[in-house]
């Protein structure tokens, strides 16, 4: 039976940490403030920027919610943006996706000065990943080496599996598993014999999007299983993985909820002071 790393405890260490430094630049009269953009009304987005809300509160950070319909615009979220941008009481900016249909996401994310970029979605911020010398972490991937590191085995030398390669998890998590000297290989929906892969993997990161889909029989035995699917079924959260099977073969697993889920907020936290102490030391 695999071991459950709870990603509730990790994120609650990291948390804690965020707290220390966000009131030590207190202390030095610098503030610490979030601000997320939120245009339409989608439910989910809905949920998930009450959670980040939340944590910000918790952690001391100042946090700001600008919401917006729909029809909104894309010169008004650009005004809206620049303004941020010179706002010094703002350390983090993060524009919640998905953005309502007739909007340029890729456009607006670019927008937002790189330094206040917390999400790590804009162009400069990637590429500094992907040269090695990121400034900022992609939330969901940099979660995911926590968790790994919470358990104490290594990365160096394994062999990771990445199903899935979008540019929010897939992507970022092959350039962190790369950094961390694991051989990586990200599979998609062209892959050919999918199991054969995962089978390989010491380290199986899950982001597909499709409850279930990696089941025991794709599992290499005692390997890590890092799960971020997120899946409402029924009103039930399920991730990517069969958890059933795949705990059964595996070594370690994240479950959902409770996983990735609560890191991914807690990476978004320490971005935000990460970008509040870069600001303070120019
Ligand atoms: P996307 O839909 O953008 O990407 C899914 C990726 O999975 C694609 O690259 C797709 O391949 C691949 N894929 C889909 N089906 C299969 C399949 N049957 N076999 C192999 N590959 C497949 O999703 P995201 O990366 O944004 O999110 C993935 C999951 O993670 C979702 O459930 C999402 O809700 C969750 N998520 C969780 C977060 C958290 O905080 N825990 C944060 C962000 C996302 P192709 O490119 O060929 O289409």
Do not use: W
């Not at 703002?90 to 524009?95: C, D, N």
């Not at 599996?161 to 350039?175: C, D, E, Q, T």
């Not at 999918?194 to 380290?203: C, F």
Request: charged share 20%.
């Amino acid at each position: 039976m695999a071991i459950i790393i709870d990603g509730k405890a990790v994120a609650a260490k990291v948390n804690e940490d965020v707290k220390a430094g966000v009131a030590a630049l207190k202390q030095k009269g610098v503030s610490v403030g979030l601000t997320v953009i939120l245009a339409g009304n989608d439910p989910a987005s809905e949920v998930y920027v009450n959670n980040k809300h939340r944590a910000c509160t918790d952690l001391g950070i100042k946090s700001e919610i600008i919401r917006y319909p729909a029809d909104v615009g894309g010169a008004v979220l650009e005004a809206k943006i620049k303004e941020l941008n010179a706002d010094a009481s703002v350390s983090g900016i993060l524009v919640q996706l998905p953005l309502p249909k007739g909007l340029d996401e890729r456009r607006i994310l670019e927008l937002i000065d790189p330094a206040k970029d917390v999400d790590c979605f804009a162009a400069k911020n990637v590429g500094m990943l992907a040269l090695g010398a990121p400034k900022l972490l992609p939330c969901t991937p940099a979660g995911i080496i926590e968790l790994i590191k919470s358990t104490g085995q290594p990365i160096a030398g394994k062999r990771a599996v990445i199903v899935g390669r979008s540019n929010i998890v897939g992507k970022p998590m092959f350039h962190l598993l790369l950094q961390a000297d694991a051989t990586v290989m990200v599979c998609h929906t062209k892959t050919v014999n999918l199991a054969e892969i995962t089978r390989t993997a010491d380290i199986l990161v899950i982001a597909a999007g499709r409850p279930g889909l990696i089941t025991g029989d794709m599992v290499k035995p005692g390997a890590l299983v890092l799960d971020a699917g997120i899946n409402r079924v029924d009103g039930k959260l399920y991730g990517d993985a069969d958890f059933d099977s795949v705990s059964d073969v595996a070594g370690y697993i994240t479950p959902v909820p409770g996983g990735v889920g609560p890191m991914t907020i807690a990476m978004l936290m320490r971005n935000t002071l990460t970008a509040a102490c870069a600001a303070s030391d120019n």
